[in-house]
């Protein structure tokens, strides 16, 4: 193997230059030449590339998003998308594929992989902690800090004011960065798309604590757990209290990483440059307890993530 692509794809995470960076010093550790494809899954459509030598990743460790960018690709969807992405690949000579990215960036890996025959390992980054496989991924960790500094300030202003917050964090689908910011933000209410929870009973909650002397009430929501504006509204019409609500959104997304998804970046893109070399063809990075591990690249998009439950119980009997 002489030449190998890095790829970032889908939402991005703060990390994944972090990453580019491990993968690039890794490969030309071993005598490799690395190309960047730049705009995601859509620059392997487009054939846009730029050779990443050391130097061209200095200074990056240290910064949010990604600097080969990050494009949606509708194109790669489709069979004609895919086959002129492994066509691009092999005519600039691509041996081995490191794919940065969430569960739809390997779903389409997968297929590229099975229509160019091309080695594909996936490193897995998304805010979303979403992959099956890995007890986390990358950009994850910095998510849950912005969110909980963010909480931090809404409880000054919302305890001086008595009020109660409604407050939207991201996660479409799944509820793994509310749980997390819930717990560390000492949330008296969570609500999560995996638990189905009466809002009559939130509201119920929120009064008891009242009765009980507390001044101010945070309910932590990820976003694919419904309608947040009709949640703050309601909470507001059946308690009689003052509610805000406080959508988070692509703030989560950016910002320095923290040490512990610049390491995680720095060791999965260290270890997925290792996998090709051994002859790997489809795997996906990881992590289990400290080590770090593989699994295969379709275990990450094809099984469901199980979420730690004891986190819901633990921040009910602590609120
Ligand atoms: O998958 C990461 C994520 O940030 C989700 O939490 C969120 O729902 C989605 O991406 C937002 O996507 P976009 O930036 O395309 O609106």
């Known amino acids: 193997m002489r030449r190998i692509g890095v790829v970032t794809a889908g939402g991005d995470a703060p990390g994944m230059n972090a990453a580019i960076?491990?993968?690039?010093?890794?490969?030309?550790?071993?005598?490799?030449?690395?190309?960047?494809?730049?705009?995601?899954?859509?620059?392997?459509?487009?054939?846009?590339?730029?050779?990443?030598?050391?130097?061209?990743?200095g200074g990056i460790i240290n910064l949010g998003g990604t600097i080969l960018r990050s494009i949606r690709s509708e194109e790669i969807k489709t069979d004609e998308g895919i086959q002129r992405a492994a066509d691009f690949l092999k005519s600039i000579g691509i041996e081995g594929l490191v794919t940065i990215g969430g569960d739809g960036t390997f779903k389409g890996a997968?297929?590229?992989?099975?229509?160019?025959?091309?080695?594909?390992?996936?490193?897995?980054?998304?805010?979303?902690?979403?992959?099956?496989?890995?007890?986390?991924?990358?950009?994850?960790d910095t998510a849950v800090n912005v969110a909980v500094n963010a909480i931090d300030k809404i409880r000054d202003t919302a305890t001086s004011h008595e009020r109660t917050f409604v407050i939207e964090v991201m996660g479409r689908r799944r509820g793994f960065i509310a749980l997390e910011v819930g717990l560390a933000g000492g949330a008296e209410v969570v609500l999560i798309p995996e638990i189905k929870v009466d809002l009559d009973r939130v509201c119920d909650i929120i009064m008891e604590d009242r009765r009980e002397g507390k001044v101010s009430s945070i309910v932590v929501m990820a976003e694919g757990a419904g309608d947040s504006r009709h949640v703050a509204n309601y909470i507001a019409s059946k308690t009689g209290q003052e509610v805000r609500l406080t959508v988070l959104g692509h703030i989560q997304r950016g910002g320095s990483?923290?040490?512990?998804?610049?390491?995680?970046?720095?060791?999965?893109g260290h270890k997925a440059v290792e996998l090709l070399l051994t002859g790997e063809k489809k795997r996906m990075v990881g992590i289990r307890g400290s080590e770090i591990t593989s699994v295969d690249l379709d275990y990450s998009w094809m099984v469901e993530k199980e979420l730690d439950l004891s986190r819901y119980k633990l921040i009910e009997i602590l609120k």
Not at 37 to 49: D, H, V
Not at 119 to 125: E, V
């Open 257 to 268: 990483p923290t040490a512990r998804s610049r390491i995680l970046a720095c060791e999965f």
């Open 110 to 140: 997968s297929r590229l992989y099975r229509v160019s025959g091309i080695p594909i390992i996936g490193i897995p980054a998304t805010i979303d902690n979403d992959v099956a496989g890995t007890d986390t991924t990358i950009g994850f």
């Open 21 to 57: 960076r491990a993968i690039v010093r890794s490969a030309i550790h071993h005598g490799l030449e690395v190309i960047g494809i730049e705009r995601g899954y859509a620059g392997l459509i487009e054939g846009r590339y730029r050779i990443l030598d050391r130097r061209s990743v």
